[in-house]
C-alpha cells in the first residue's frame, strides 16, 4: 500500500504518516508506527488486520472476560472480584502504562485510561486496550501543549493543557479509586459528585467501611486498602508535580499486595480496629504522598 514506505506525509498521534495507495486507485494516508511498535503481556495485542472491499478491520486478540466495569458493576453475574484480584488487576494495568510510558521510545501517552479499556482474559489477567487517542512524544517533549482535550468526563486531568505520562497517572488514579470503591466517577446524586471530593469527605470520619466496595463484606487487610487509598489519592493530586510516576505506582501496589497476603486469615474485626488506628494518622485535607 505504501511501497515500502515511500513518501511521509507527517507525524501524527499514532506515529509516522505515510503516503499510501488503496487497490490502486484510492489515495489513503498509513499510520503504522504506534500499534506495530507496541508489545507488551499488558496491552492489548494486534493480531492483524482484514481488508476486504468494503470491509475494513482492525484484528485484536479476544479478552474473553471483557471489561474490568462490567464484573464491578456485577453485569457478569453474581461473582464479586476479590479484593486480591483487584490489586492484581490495578498491578497489570499499572505494569502496561510503565511500558508505554518508559519502555517505548518515543514514550506513548494513552489518553483514555478508564474501567471499560481495562479488558480482562480467561485468567483474570488485565490488559489496556483502545489506543484510539493515544499520543507519542520525544524525550524532553513531556510538557509539550496539545492542542486537542482529550479521554473520557472523570478521568480527564484538570491540567488537561499537558500532554505527558502524568495525565494518565491521573486517570489511573481514578479507576484505582474506581476499584476500592466500586463508585461512579462521576454521581450527581451524592454529596460530592466527583469520586476523588467524594472520598475526601468520607475519610474525614476515619472509617474506611464507607469507602470500600460494600460488596466485599470486609474481606480484605485494612493495612492494604489504605495504602491503596493514599495511593490513589495521591496519583489524583490536581498539580501533576505531586504525583508519583508509573513505576512508583507499580511498586506501591505491589507492596499493597504484599501486605495483604500474611493478612488473609485474620480475624476481620482486628481489620476494623486498624483502619481506625491508621485514620488519625491519614490526612484528608491534603492529598497523601506517594511512599
Known sequence: MTKKFQKTLGEGGFGTVYYGNLNGSEQVAVKVELLLRVHHINL????????ERDHLALIYECMSNGDLKDHLSGKHGNSVLKWSTRLRIAVDAALGLEYLHYGCRPSIVHRDVKSTNILLDDQFMAKIADFGLSRSFQIGEESQASTVVAGTLGY????????????DVYSFGILLLEIITNQNVIDQGREKAHITEWVALVLKGGDVAK???PNLHGEYNSRSVWRALELAMSCANPSSEHRPNMSHVVTDLKECISSEKPMQCMDHDMNSNSSLEQSSNFDTEVVPSAR
Open 156 to 167: 480527564l486531568d484538570p491540567e488537561t493543557c499537558r500532554l505527558a505520562e502524568m495525565s
Open 211 to 213: 469507602i470500600v466496595d
Open 44 to 51: 492489548v495485542s494486534l493480531v492483524g488486520y482484514c481488508d
